[in-house]
């Protein structure tokens, strides 16, 4: 199984400042056969559903405000939020979809400090 | 616009067996590329994907509970049903379908349901 592992596990930062997500796979998610990370990025809200806010690693989602965006290729992949909001207050996760079973990682909680 | 809600029963005992349903609009099981997927989480811990069916029937399963597992589709009743046998109370989890959208090679979920409940207890 690849292990994808998150940093940090929580996260506190001021509203208006930069808020940075590791995800580390344990083995490349890179298909070079069409150059595409399969790495995706979800934020949770208590009480709901994962949202789908990035796939392939660097292409948001339609709806998904420009302030998300992700970076990374390999095995190293970053969720930033260039402007913390109010409403970013959640958990994050990566998942890779390069190989079966399709994993997740421990989650980031983001609070606002 | 494409929904998903999942049903079933909110607690089971154990060695019992779980059936549960996605139940969908807005889409299609029978579109080139479209998917329904299954995905759990502990109360309070991370997301574990289970299994996924594909337009075409194919049907893809967590290895560690494929023994386990069995994923089917009514393409007539917009449904999916997942079914789980020999329950234990480390499998309580809020159970989630979600739609995998027919991007090649995409295995990520644009669309998830709300969830439900399932406790394991005798």
């Known amino acids: 199984d690849i292990v994808m592992t998150q940093s940090p596990e929580s996260l506190t930062v001021s509203l208006g400042e930069r808020a940075t997500i590791n995800c580390k796979s344990s083995?490349?998610?890179?298909?070079?056969?069409?150059?595409?990370?399969?790495l995706a990025w979800y934020q949770q809200k208590p009480g709901q559903p994962p949202k789908l806010l990035i796939y392939?690693?660097?292409t948001r989602e339609s709806g998904v405000p420009d302030r998300f965006s992700g970076s990374g290729s390999g095995t190293d992949f970053t969720l930033t939020i260039s402007s913390l909001q109010a409403e970013d207050v959640a958990v994050y996760y990566c998942q890779q979809y390069y190989s079966i079973p399709y994993t997740f990682g421990q989650g980031t909680n983001l609070e606002i400090k | 616009q494409i929904t998903l809600k999942e049903s079933g029963p909110t607690l089971v005992k154990p060695t019992q067996t779980l059936t549960l349903t996605c139940t969908f609009s807005g889409f299609s099981l029978s579109t080139s590329g479209v998917g329904v997927g299954w995905i759990r989480q502990p109360p309070g811990k991370a997301l574990e994907w289970l299994a996924l069916i594909y337009w075409d029937d194919d049907k893809r399963y967590s290895p560690s509970l494929k023994s386990r597992l069995t994923i089917t589709k009514d393409t007539s009743k917009n449904q999916v049903v997942l079914t789980m046998t020999n329950m234990d109370p480390v499998d309580t989890a809020t159970y989630y379908c979600?739609?995998?959208?027919?991007?090649?090679?995409?295995?990520?979920?644009?669309?998830w349901g709300r969830g439900t409940l399932v406790t394991v207890s005798s």
């Open positions: 083995q490349s998610i890179l298909n070079s056969s069409n150059n595409k990370n399969y």
């Open positions: 979600a739609h995998r959208r027919s991007d090649s090679g995409a295995r990520y979920f644009d669309l």
């Open positions: 392939w690693a660097s």
